[in-house]
């Protein structure tokens, strides 16, 4: 007897030693590893590539469990699709990924990639900028540039597919100009000599991540790729500060007397807002100023443009989708007249389309934070200073999402208290760091979307785009799968 229960206590310690094991041991690697160099092989060319490597993560993640290891040389980073470790990384890794880091030339210590502790602060300063009561007052802006889209596209209408991706992307910086800056880009030359820097110097970042040599700021501060990425740097700045010391002389004059803070809820681009601020309690100076108007108009203009072409594809390839949102635009807005604010919220079918679309296509498909210290997962442990990765595409083509995972359905958003999606659905990030426009994102979306669709029918085959991952998921060849016809 004391045999038979010695031997149940040793099976006993026996299992609770493997199963602690299993939690402290390091998350299997990813296969397709080299001898020394690890993945880096696999993450060489260009962001076609990359992208079909991210594609092809999702499913080899998912097949070891959601998580995995890639080594990139020396670099270890840990690569997350499970919804529960995706969300205990968001919530409790509040500092950015180390490679944020190498978006401070650009950005500086603005909201992207600051500290936590610098983050807090400005987080809570930025937030009345994004509030309700000021966007409410933008929805002249998103009115008056989408009806300013439908006219320009009018030339396309019935003559075959054309590249719908410029229009927009300009259409989208125009919004941005104006309610960030208070202006616009009369000059259209200006504003893609803007647009071609903005891209080049994406290029140039991602190019420095997939290049560990050049991570390192002593070996970077050498290289050609900082050469040519402070060329574009200087575009940029020259640009946003002409703007911002515009701005500041029409709003102080020439003096440095403080003026009184208007309150009230008329119309202030955001940029109005951040001078308030640095008169009323001196919280940003110029250049601090400088990088948060940069960052909200890159931030925008590398998201909005995109996940609107990817909605227009799907519905151009979901014609059944496109009619019932149609009818429902009707039904809200009648005759052609404003999008109002309260339209937008009866516009739901629309908002599922878009969910749905950034489901399928999330703009930043993937983010990172840092590990300070050990980090407890469901079933590992891990270990700090190394790179982590929440693989959001994963996280959105996780299997809890059903057997129809893969497939466009607007309709599963219609009862999301059904499914917890909140849990699985990070296209604004996730966690508290998650994106500041989010409210202004989806008004102006719908609102461009509304103003197109009542307009135009569209026709696209969304198999036919081609991707690509330059930090951003960037749909590439509309010239060759997108065209309207005038609705009569
Ligand atoms: C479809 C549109 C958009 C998508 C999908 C999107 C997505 C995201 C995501 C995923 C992040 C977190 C990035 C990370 O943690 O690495 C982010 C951050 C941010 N986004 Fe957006 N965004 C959109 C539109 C906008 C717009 C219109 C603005 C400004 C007007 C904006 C401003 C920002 C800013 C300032 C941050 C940094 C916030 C922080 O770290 O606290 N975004 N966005």
Redesign the pocket.
Known sequence: MFAVVLLCIACFAYWCWCRQRAKTAEPPPLPGAWPLVGHLPLFFGDGYKLWNRINNMVDQVCDVGGIAKINLGPVTAYIITDPDDCNTIATTCME?DPV?EFTKPWFGE???ASRYEV?KND?KLLTPAFSQIILNTFMDVFNSESRKLVKELEKHAGKGPFDLFTYLRHNALNI?CL??LGVGFTDSNLASDYLHAVKSTFDTLVERVLKIWWHSPYTFAWSKLKKEQDGYLKILHKMSDAVLQKRKSEMFGNTCVKKTITTGTKFKPFVDILLELSVENGAFNDEQIRAQVD??LV??QE??P??LLFTMALLGSHPDVQERVFSEIQEVLGEDRDVEKMDLSRLQYLEAVVKES?RLF???PL??RKLERDVKLKNYTLSPSQHCILL?YGLHKHPIWGPDRHEFKPERWLEPSKVPFNLVY????LGR??????T??MM??KTTLAYVIRSYRIKADYTKMRLKYVVTLNPDNAEYYISIEKRT
Request: aromatic content about 12%; glycine content about 12%.
């Open positions: 950015k944020y603005s909201l992207i983050w987080y941005l309610t960030a960052l909200m931030a925008g998201s909005t995109n996940a950034l999330p703009i930043a983010i990172g959001i990070g296209p604004f990030g760091r998650q994106c500041i426009g989010k202004y994102a102006s979306m």
